[in-house]
C-alpha cells in the first residue's frame, strides 16, 4: 500500500475518491497482468498509475467476458458490456461515471488526451467474444486483436512518452500489444478451448492437419497431438514476427520508460521459449515465467531506469 501511495502522490492526484479508482485499477492490473504488472513497477512512479488505470480498465471489461460467473448468459454479458458502454461514454463526454475504474480511466484520458476511438474498438473487440469461436485466418484474428491488443499498446504511448513524434512509434506499439496477445492465446489455447474459443487461426491449423475435432481431443486429455504441435510451432514463428517489428519502439521511448517496456518484452518472449522449449506443448501445462526470472529481469532494468532518471533530458516529443 505504501508503494501505491507513493506513485499517486508522485502522479499529483489528491482528491480520495480518485485515488481509490486508481488503486482499484492497480489492484486489478496486479492480479490480471502480473507479468506487465512486473515490468510497470520499473516505471518513474508519476507514471504508473496511469497505465494501471488503462490496463486496469481493460481487465474488467475482459472479465465480464471471460468470467461472467455461474449462470450467466452471452445476453445477460452483452447487457452489461452496453452498460459498461454507456458509462465509458459518459466518462469520456465529460460526465460523471459510476463505477470507480471508470473514475480512473477518464482521468487518465484527459490528462494524457487520448482518442476516444481507442476505446470504441476496445469494446468492439470485447463484443467480438460473446459471437465469434474461431478465426479464418490471420487477417481475421488482427481484426479482433487491433481492439483488443493493438489500442492498448497505442494507448500507453503518450503515458511513456517518445523521444521521436508520436505518430512514428504508433506501428511498433501496435505491434508490440499484438505480439503480447498472440503470446497469451499460444499460452492459453487449452483454457480458451474450454471457453469454446478457439484464437488460433483456422487456416494455418487446416495447413498441419488440424481441426476443431483435433483441438477437442488435445484439451480434453491435455495432451498434444504432433500435427497440434507442429502448427502452434508455425504460429510461434509468426508471434516472433510481431516481436521484431515491435522492438524498434523500444527505443522511441522517452529513456526513463524503455526499461519497463524492454522488461516486458523480454518476460513476454520468454513465454515463447518456454512453449518451443516444451516441443510446443500448450495443453499439458499452462506455460509462464518464473518469478525468479521476472525478479532477475526487473532489477537491472529498475537500475537503468533510475539512471535515466538523473539524467537531465528535454520533455518527450509526445509532450511538446
Known amino acids: 500500500?505504501?508503494?501505491?501511495?507513493?506513485?499517486?502522490?508522485?502522479?499529483?492526484?489528491?482528491?480520495?475518491?480518485?485515488?481509490?479508482?486508481?488503486?482499484?485499477?492497480?489492484?486489478?492490473?496486479?492480479?490480471?497482468?502480473?507479468?506487465?504488472?512486473?515490468?510497470?513497477?520499473?516505471?518513474?512512479?508519476?507514471?504508473r498509475p496511469g497505465v494501471h488505470a488503462l490496463y486496469g480498465f481493460a481487465r474488467w471489461v475482459d472479465d465480464i467476458v471471460d468470467e461472467p460467473g455461474p449462470g450467466a448468459t452471452a445476453a445477460g454479458q452483452a447487457a452489461r458490456l452496453d452498460a459498461v458502454d454507456a458509462d465509458l461514454g459518459r466518462a469520456l463526454g465529460g460526465g460523471e461515471p459510476g463505477d470507480p475504474v471508470l473514475r480512473a480511466l477518464a482521468h487518465t484520458v484527459r490528462r494524457y488526451r487520448l482518442p476516444a476511438a481507442h476505446f470504441t474498438a476496445f469494446m468492439r473487440s470485447m463484443r467480438m467474444d460473446l459471437t465469434v469461436t474461431d478465426y479464418r485466418d490471420l487477417d481475421h484474428l488482427r481484426e479482433y486483436m487491433y481492439g483488443s491488443a493493438a489500442v492498448i499498446g497505442l494507448q500507453v504511448l503518450p503515458v511513456l512518452g517518445t523521444v521521436v513524434p508520436r505518430e512514428e512509434a504508433e506501428r511498433p506499439a501496435a505491434a508490440l500489444g499484438e505480439a503480447f496477445q498472440l503470446t497469451n492465446f499460444l499460452r492459453d489455447t487449452a483454457e480458451d478451448f474450454d471457453r469454446g474459443r478457439v484464437y488460433l487461426p483456422a487456416d494455418v491449423l487446416a495447413d498441419h492437419g488440424v481441426d476443431r475435432d483435433l483441438l477437442a481431443h488435445c484439451a480434453r486429455t491435455r495432451r498434444p497431438d504432433p500435427r497440434a504441435r507442429r502448427a502452434v510451432a508455425a504460429l510461434v514463428e509468426v508471434n516472433q514476427g510481431f516481436y521484431r517489428e515491435a522492438e524498434p519502439g523500444i527505443a522511441m521511448l522517452d529513456p526513463v520508460a524503455r526499461p519497463c517496456v524492454a522488461t516486458a518484452f523480454r518476460l513476454y518472449r520468454a513465454i515463447l521459449d518456454e512453449i518451443a522449449a516444451a516441443g510446443h506443448d500448450v495443453w499439458s501445462t499452462r506455460h509462464r515465467v518464473s518469478e525468479a526470472r521476472k525478479i532477475a529481469a526487473a532489477v537491472p532494468a529498475l537500475a537503468r531506469s533510475m539512471l535515466a532518471r538523473t539524467v537531465p533530458r528535454p520533455r518527450p516529443a509526445s509532450e511538446r
Not at 485515488?19 to 510497470?40: K, S, V
Request: proline fraction near 6%.
Open 1 to 47: 500500500m505504501r508503494t501505491a501511495t507513493a506513485e499517486l502522490d508522485a502522479a499529483g492526484i489528491a482528491p480520495e475518491d480518485l485515488r481509490r479508482a486508481y488503486l482499484r485499477c492497480r489492484e486489478l492490473h496486479a492480479r490480471h497482468g502480473r507479468t506487465y504488472f512486473t515490468a510497470t513497477r520499473v516505471l518513474p512512479p508519476d507514471r
